[in-house]
């Protein structure tokens, strides 16, 4: 049976944006082709990878196994919503200080991830960071700049 499509408004990065989306578009596949919003990657499509990483009321959440439908009146916060080319935001800022990355697919459920983190706890641990970003997977093995990048994040959160 063919789904059908429904008007939603959601509020993504402090702007509301009133769509018509299938019934079951998932929140990945509404930011990237309705919004033209590309900080969330699809990786895996079954919530295992981390990729696809946004921050949903400040909490990370997995925008490819989530409904469109199911997150209206909620808040949602994206790569391109912590910052901008010409101000990063600060876990953006020590991901680039550290080159953070390889090929960098991995790299927006990084930072949402950890901003996520710092959300609630401004001063984690490092094996908070460590369990934080464990089922976040980067296929490149970039780990150590990772972890590098996220411990000065936190450094400069402080
Ligand atoms: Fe969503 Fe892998 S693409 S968790």
Do not use: W
């Not at 680039?96 to 001063?123: D, F, S, W």
Request: aromatic share 2%; charged share 20%; with cysteine.
């Amino acid at each position: 049976m063919a789904a059908s499509v429904q008007q939603i408004t959601l509020r993504v990065n402090r702007q509301e944006h009133h769509l018509t989306v299938r019934s079951d578009a998932s929140l990945l596949a509404v930011l990237r082709n309705d919004l033209a919003l590309n900080g969330a990657k699809y990786g895996c499509g079954l919530g295992e990878c981390g990729a696809c990483t946004v921050l949903i009321d400040g909490v990370a959440a997995r925008a490819c196994v989530i409904p469109a439908s199911g997150i209206v009146g909620r808040s949602v916060t994206t790569l391109e919503g912590l910052g901008t080319l010409e101000a990063p935001g600060l876990v953006q800022q020590a991901f680039i200080e550290k080159q953070g990355a390889q090929c960098g697919y991995c790299l927006n459920g990084m930072i949402v991830t950890l901003q996520a983190l710092l959300n609630r706890n401004p001063h984690p641990s490092e094996a908070e960071i460590r369990r934080e970003l464990k089922h976040n997977l980067c296929r490149c093995g970039a780990h150590i700049e990772i972890l590098e990048a996220a411990r000065c994040a936190v450094e400069m959160h402080q």
